[in-house]
């Protein structure tokens, strides 16, 4: 008998902890939206596998990120393709060291947001316009480059961004 109310106390005392556990993360995704929304961001309109690190929203274990808000941002790191959502590389952030995938930016909130970038990776990139019909011109993002002041043609243009394993393709 007494065997039987340790085993049922034991039952539920694993109930309850189990439940804490469930419980934590769905606690942890309203606040990260709760986060999001306080920036002006739809979560339902973002990429699938975001998770919020710092003061940034991450994909792919950090391969591709963006900043929230008025973060305080390092320069763009070696090994990475920086988009700015502002002149002189300032404003908020996006970027990859993601290669041979095309990412489209409306998923992470940056169709047509980019007013400045800077390629600090070894390899060549390139970003479309967006326009239907074939071919959708795009331009060269070539290694080590940059421009800190796209041109009004340009400035805010920008739709997909691919990043190559080559330095020959531009």
């Not at 400045?116 to 990139?125: G, I, K, L, P």
């Not at 019909?133 to 290694?143: E, I, K, T, V």
């Amino acid at each position: 008998m007494k065997a039987r109310a340790v085993w049922r106390g034991l039952c539920v005392a694993v109930s309850v902890l189990a439940g804490i556990l469930v419980a934590a993360p769905a606690s942890v995704a309203a606040t990260d939206t709760a986060r999001l929304a306080a920036e002006g961001i739809d979560s339902s309109e973002l990429a699938p596998g975001w998770s919020i690190v710092g003061d940034e929203i991450w994909w792919d274990d950090g391969e591709v990120r963006r900043s929230l808000g008025d973060a305080e941002l390092a320069p763009c790191p070696t090994g990475y393709l920086c988009l700015y959502a502002d002149a002189d590389l300032l404003g908020d952030r996006w970027v990859t060291s993601r290669t041979n995938v095309y990412h489209y930016l409306a998923p992470y909130g940056w169709h047509n947001r980019v007013s400045s970038w800077v390629n600090r990776t070894a390899t060549d990139a390139r970003w479309w316009y967006y326009e239907s019909g074939s071919p959708n011109p795009y331009r060269c993002m070539n290694p080590g480059t940059g421009e800190e002041h796209m041109s009004a043609a340009d400035n805010d243009q920008m739709s997909t961004v691919h990043l190559y394993t080559s330095a020959a393709i531009c």
